[in-house]
């Protein structure tokens, strides 16, 4: 059984594996590095640490798991949360949140959920109808905005009920999608 610290962002929460033991480096690098005043660590996704501290602003709680992923997709990527601004949007219009960076981590995760056998999950999304919601920056003038991707250059009309709410109907490219998709509907 592992230890995790978690630790809650924006988009959702987020783990970094808790060690309070030496015994719990095993035969690692770290285990030749790390001493016992320097615990407790959390270790990172690339294979460094750091000192941990409770008092941390973003730190929610320490947990056990035998889990390779502790945290269920739902607490990770929020669902349907009414900040929602960039993520996975399903077919049906429920929204995954992620930051800027988390497409891809989000990606194998929703496919693990819902397409358990696909090799490419950004592809198995796409190719199911996801619609990728990313920040945009047009490079010149500095300013960030949300692009709406769809694989397949449709989206169903729970998407564009969906996409109406959060304000994105008016972004060029899904002005293109719904006039393309009105008909099928």
Known sequence: MKKFAVYRSE????????????SQLGDSWLANVVSEDVLPIVLD???GYSHFTGDDYNF????????ECPL?????FFKNDENFKLGWMSPDGDTYSCDYTGHTKA?????AKFFPKAKLPETA??????????DSWDGTERKHGQFVYSLT????KRQ?????????YKNEEVKRMLDDCENDW
Not at 11 to 22: H, K, R, S, W
Not at 72 to 76: Q, S
Not at 107 to 111: D, G, K, N, R, S
Not at 160 to 168: C, H, I, P, S
Request: hydrophobic share 45%; aromatic share 12%.
């Open 153 to 156: 250059g449709k989206i169903t």
């Open 45 to 47: 996704k690339s294979g």
């Open 72 to 76: 269920p997709l739902e607490k990770m």
């Open 107 to 111: 990606a194998a995760m929703l496919a």
């Open 60 to 67: 929610v709680e320490l947990i056990e798991s035998d889990k």
């Open 125 to 134: 999304l796409g190719n199911a109808g996801w619609l990728k919601i990313i």
């Open 160 to 168: 564009a009920d969906r996409l109406f709410d959060l304000g994105l």
């Open 11 to 22: 988009t959702g929460y987020y783990y970094y594996e808790y060690i309070d033991d030496l």
